[in-house]
């Protein structure tokens, strides 16, 4: 993966927080790069109908995180509860989502937000592996989760007062 600092290109591997795809989320807030656009200065058009730039920027980002968690996955661990792709997503949101309460006050600092996301990663990681069985914790929830993927979002006509 390539971060650009100043125009130039720099391959990232050392750190191994680079290896999960931690350190290409840098690449799109330093790119300037807008919703719609490719990043290179050419428009992504405004017509909504057509997301694939902004989509591609994103499967670039995540591909390294992605990568990983497809390395790490064993035969038989905690089958059928992750996708590399959401997880990816996921990781995403949970590191800006982070920032963003960083950002608020001095109650944590930078370290805090990136030991949170890689303990989350590497927590992860282990049920992927094997090392962390989740069969358990998830046969108590499943029906729950069932239920909730087939229910409407919001409140129904009962809940609403006129």
């Known amino acids: 993966m390539d971060a650009r600092e100043g125009g130039t290109a720099h391959r990232v591997t050392a750190h191994p927080a680079a290896r999960m795809g931690l350190a290409e989320l840098g690449v799109v807030r330093d790119s ?33 995180t992605k990568e990983e968690l497809a390395a790490e996955r064993q035969p038989g661990a905690n089958p059928g509860l992750f996708d590399d792709e959401l997880l990816s997503y996921a990781f995403l949101g949970a590191l800006e989502n982070m920032q963003m309460r960083a950002s608020w006050d001095d109650r944590y600092a930078k370290g805090d937000v990136i030991r949170n996301l890689v303990a989350m990663f590497v927590a992860v990681r282990a049920a992927y592996s094997g090392r962390a069985d989740l069969t358990t914790d998830w046969e108590r929830v499943a029906d729950l989760v069932d239920r909730l993927a087939v229910e409407e979002p919001g409140f129904g006509e009962a809940d609403i007062e006129s």
Request: zero cysteines; aromatic letters at 4%.
């Open 32 to 64: 300037g790069a807008e919703p719609g656009s490719s990043g290179d200065g050419a428009s992504g058009g405004d017509d909504e109908s057509e997301p694939r730039p902004l989509v591609e920027v994103f499967e670039q980002i995540l591909e390294g």
